[in-house]
């Protein structure tokens, strides 16, 4: 069982950053692909970013260039720096974990969710 807790989201301006972190709780974090999603007032929730224990990593098209996922094992967290944000990237953030050496985007493959954190860019 993993339990995930996000935070780090907020309000911004438009051009700013912001780093969210999702801390796990476990030993076997490393074991651990993971992943991060959004999801949007009326829209589905969407793949972000996602590294696997590898430390490859995958970002949908809306966010290459201005987002970065990273993972600090040793800290059992993995956190999504956040450049140049845009208002479209308003949504609240989830952080989601599964067993496996993969790098997964769609959300049906995660096992465990944290609560979400909410990020608003205004204009």
């Known amino acids: 069982q993993v339990q995930l807790v996000e935070s780090g989201g907020g309000l911004v301006q438009a051009g700013g950053s912001l780093r969210l972190s999702c801390a796990a709780s476990?030993?076997?974090?490393?074991?651990?692909?993971m992943g991060w999603f959004r999801q949007a007032p009326g829209k589905e929730r969407e793949s972000v970013a996602a590294?696997?224990?590898?430390?490859?990593?995958y970002y949908v098209d809306s966010v290459k260039g201005r987002f970065t996922i990273s993972r600090d094992n040793a800290k059992n967290a993995v956190y999504l720096q956040m450049n140049s944000l845009k208002p479209e990237d308003t949504a609240v953030y989830y952080c989601?974990?599964?067993?496996?050496?993969?790098?997964?985007?769609?959300?049906?493959?995660?096992?465990?969710w944290g609560q979400g954190t909410q990020v608003t860019v205004s204009s």
């Open positions: 476990g030993r076997t974090f490393s074991t651990y692909a």
């Open positions: 590294i696997n224990r590898s430390g490859d990593t």
């Open positions: 989601a974990a599964v067993k496996g050496g993969g790098t997964y985007t769609e959300a049906s493959k995660y096992d465990y």
